[in-house]
């Protein structure tokens, strides 16, 4: 058995390279050590507690997915940190669900997902609100159903968790049942199949008072599962159950959902989440901060803050990252470490920066036309402010260079390189290009 321990992980971290961006390879997935595997047991060992807990909420379960696929077996993780941290673990409170038992692991990262861990503010203020109100509510249905959208990232999951432990906590007898529409899917296949659909309805529709469904998306399209996710929806409203349902859109935008569907939505409150503005984001960052006793000095607050703007998971990613290497260097947290592990990691990976913003934001810099830049017109007033944009665009967004020459008229990859040497050049010895540059980053990134 033994023998074959390390080609099995080995096999499934492989595969797993491909559909990972590089820089969150390395820093997540690469230092985890698979130290065994006996029988259905494997385990793992990483450098320290954030790199742990990170691997643990965000990749433990396509690994487990990914080697399942291999062995078609359910492995039991045992986890190990080289470096012992005395950190206690908030305990995990127990919310009934018929899914507790398999390998979703989301329910194990609920246990972080509080009321007291949110931070509100104006662009989730109305979800925030509606949450705690229906958490207070618990059974005598307030708004019901409460359905929640927005981006990913941004709270959704945080919230519908905090709703479950805070009427757990309050109504300890009632039974909640937290679960993904995909999850709902899976399991009512299995039913079918087995033809055990009486025990699905039962556990569905008798044995829940709370129901809190995450990613109601998922089942658009899917005929007999939202079929059946009708009368289940109807079963519980009929009898007063709370129901709270989680989207990435709103009802009306999710493609191939049923009207009838919809229309139930629409029924209760609709509360949409946006992305954080700059002081949420600090806030955030300074209360996740607290809560993982990291120092985090000020000025890098709102540098990490100013870098990722559009999803919250990123940003408490950049702050666990930060933590990590400064736990492995053994150095503070600063800024000289902030810019070297986030301007190459993070700035490729800014959401939603496109090319054409870049172009538009020098061209308001430079006062020209959008047109002029992406002709090929030579004079310098001209080239230095296209050689800028073309640089920030290779710097900013994950485009190639062939990619970024054809958004720029039609040019050769080989004169994007080149601009993108100049400008390297020109910004460590050119104070008018570096503050261009730096204002411009600035901008883009607000
Ligand atoms: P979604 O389900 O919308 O994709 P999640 O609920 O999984 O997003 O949130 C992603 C991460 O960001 C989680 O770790 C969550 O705790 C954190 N998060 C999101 N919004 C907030 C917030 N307002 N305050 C504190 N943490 C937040
Ligand atoms: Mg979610």
Known sequence: MSEATPTVWQTAITTLQQRIKPHNFDMWLRPIRCASISGSEIKLCAPNRYIKEWFEDNYLAIVLQELQTQTDLDYQVVFDLEEEASSPVAPVIEI????????DISFDRGHRYLFDSFVAGPSNQLAHAAATAVAEGGHSAKYNPLFICGGAGLGKTHLLY????EIHKNQPHLRIMYLSSEHFMNDYIKHVRAFKMEAFRSTYRDQCDVLLMDDIQFIAGKTGTQEEFFHTFNALHDADRQIVVTSDKYPQEIPELEDRLRTRFQWGLIADIQAPELETRIAILKAKAEKEQIR????????????IRSNVRELEGALIRLAALSSLKRVEISMELAKETLLNSVGKNSPGLTIDTIQKEVCTYFSLKVTDLRGSKRHKAVTRPRQIAMYLSRKLTSSSFPEIGNRFGGKDHSTVISACRKIEGLVENDLSIRTAVETLERHLQL
């Open 296 to 307: 985090l000095p000020d000025d890098v607050a709102l540098f990490v803050a100013t870098q």
């Open 162 to 165: 905090a709703i479950g432990h």
């Open 96 to 103: 009934e669900t018929p899914v507790k038992k398999e390998t």
